[in-house]
């Protein structure tokens, strides 16, 4: 593979706290897959044969103990281990791991699960000999309810407002609807070399590639932090600035009060390549153009570019909150056919298993018990009588006789006393629930890691 891959897999998952409490958010089970097995199997079916893992030490030890891990990853991970308490972003993270970046690289977040082709994303950046080729996908409407938040208002997510091309594949502006205090300002420098279509209701999938150049221009500036949240924007805008010898242009001076971060920006980003004359070469004398409706040559003359591939159908997801975790667990497993009941499960003859559930490994599961819609975790309890519909049971959970459980999420290691009734609860890892129980609505979580969900 031409290109390097990097899985970032650090992030500690404060959208999802009550799950990543005792559970790193790259191996919250997903299917009864780890999280972080969904993007290192996307990147070996495509062909890569070695990834750099960006993770922390616990997620190391976890990783070389997990089966699926051991049995299904077959390329070469490089794991570079940063330390958990370190406020370190994603841009700093491409920073830490500079010395091993040799070539363009392919940014991948332990959070997604897609089946998008990747060779979407991939063909954009060489076609064009881009700095940054980056995948988005329409946002969903999560259906289901979530645990805990049953008749609550839903928080409204802030949209990115999204500027593209014509062909809907050149990314000429980005900017969040939290930056946006004094209305959306578009350069003119834009709009007169494009007509700009604006997007909403898009998602960033943290998908990106990006040249070497880039990881070497973070090198020099370290203020820049993250790669969604400062490097891109970042990146996209400066496509339109002609910036030489320390001189700014009007358009920057506008950005100096859009980001007064850029001030301590080395705002020189050299984009070359050791092909660049003969690229440059090439277009000058070819007839082909990027663009209609003036003489311009190729790209205006700009050589640091950005493009978007927008999945318009497909799966992608970024599992980074409670609602998304509940949906992937719910689509992820129809990506790969797989049987829907471990062999090694004893599953007793006089019970029910819905064709749209599954059953992990080592799972014991008693007479008389019914099974829909569901996610049974790996050596799992579930005894008679019991009732378990359109939940996720995580791993080594006890569900002792009687219970009904409903659209719920039960944490690893809990335990549901006899008869007890939950219906859109979520509980923490290793809780106790009593016999006899009745929870509705409710998140059961230890004292030591409550939080607003």
């Given at each position: 593979m031409e290109l390097q891959a990097v899985l970032m897999a650090a992030g500690g998952g404060s959208r999802m706290m009550d799950l990543t409490y005792n559970t790193p958010k790259p191996m919250l089970p997903v299917g009864n897959k780890p999280l972080l097995w969904y993007p290192l199997n996307l990147l070996e079916r495509v062909g890569f044969e070695e990834v750099i893992v960006i993770t922390t030490r616990e997620v190391q030890k976890m990783m070389s103990a997990d089966p699926k891990m051991k049995l299904d990853v077959k390329m070469k991970l490089d794991v570079v281990?940063?330390?958990?308490?370190?406020?370190?972003?994603?841009?700093?993270?491409?920073?830490?791991?500079?010395?091993?970046?040799?070539?363009?690289?392919?940014?991948?977040?332990?959070?997604?699960?897609?089946?998008?082709?990747?060779?979407?994303?991939?063909?954009?950046?060489?076609?064009?000999?881009?700095?940054?080729?980056?995948?988005?996908?329409?946002?969903?409407?999560?259906?289901?309810?979530?645990?805990?938040?049953?008749?609550?208002?839903?928080?409204?997510?802030?949209?990115?407002f999204v500027g593209v091309d014509e062909s809907g594949k050149r990314l000429l502006f980005m900017a969040n609807e939290a930056d946006l205090e004094e209305g959306l300002s578009i350069r003119k420098s834009i709009m007169r070399k494009h007509r700009m279509h604006i997007k909403t209701g898009l998602v960033d999938a943290h998908l990106y590639c990006l040249k070497k150049s880039v990881v070497d221009f973070l090198t020099d500036n370290k203020s820049i932090s993250?790669?969604?949240?400062?490097?891109?924007?970042?990146?996209?805008?400066?496509?339109?600035?002609?910036?030489?010898?320390?001189?700014?242009?009007?358009?920057?001076?506008?950005?100096?009060?859009?980001?007064?971060?850029?001030?301590?920006?080395?705002?020189?980003?050299?984009?070359?390549?050791?092909?660049?004359?003969?690229?440059?070469?090439?277009?000058?004398?070819?007839?082909?153009?990027?663009?209609?409706?003036?003489?311009?040559?190729?790209?205006?003359?700009?050589?640091?570019?950005?493009?978007?591939?927008?999945m318009d159908q497909g799966l992608c997801y970024r599992v980074n909150t409670l609602a998304a975790y509940i949906e992937a667990n719910r689509l992820a497993p129809k990506l790969f056919e797989e049987p829907a009941v471990h062999p090694s499960a004893v599953i007793a003859e006089r019970c029910l298993i819905g064709s749209d559930s599954i059953i992990g490994a080592s799972c014991q599961v008693a007479d008389k018990t019914s099974v829909k819609r569901s996610t049974i975790g790996n050596s799992t309890t579930v005894k008679e009588k019991v009732k378990v519909t359109n939940s996720i049971v995580m791993h080594g959970v006890t569900?002792?006789?009687?219970?009904?459980?409903?659209?719920?999420?039960?944490?690893?290691?809990?335990?549901?006393?006899?008869?007890?009734?939950?219906?859109?609860?979520?509980?923490?890892?290793?809780?106790?629930?009593?016999?006899?129980a009745e929870r509705t609505n409710e998140v059961i979580v230890g004292t030591d890691q409550l939080m607003e969900i």
């Open positions: 281990c940063i330390q958990e308490d370190a406020d370190m972003g994603t841009a700093d993270a491409l920073r830490h791991i500079q010395q091993k970046i040799k070539t363009d690289i392919l940014v991948v977040s332990c959070d997604l699960i897609t089946d998008a082709a990747l060779h979407e994303v991939v063909d954009l950046f060489r076609a064009h000999n881009a700095t940054l080729a980056m995948l988005m996908s329409k946002a969903h409407e999560f259906t289901e309810t979530v645990p805990g938040q049953k008749g609550k208002k839903k928080t409204a997510e802030q949209r990115d993250s790669i969604r949240g400062e490097l891109v924007p970042y990146l996209v805008r400066k496509q339109f600035s002609k910036t030489t010898d320390g001189q700014k242009t009007k358009d920057d001076a506008e950005d100096q009060n859009q980001k007064k971060k850029d001030g301590s920006v080395n705002l020189e980003l050299h984009i070359s390549s050791r092909d660049e004359h003969l690229l440059q070469l090439a277009r000058e004398r070819s007839c082909w153009n990027d663009h209609r409706g003036d003489m311009s040559e190729a790209y205006h003359g700009g050589k640091l570019r950005c493009y978007v591939h927008i569900i002792e006789e009687g219970c009904n459980i409903q659209s719920s999420v039960i944490c690893s290691n809990a335990v549901i006393g006899r008869g007890a009734d939950l219906k859109y609860c979520l509980v923490g890892n290793g809780q106790r629930i009593e016999p006899e």
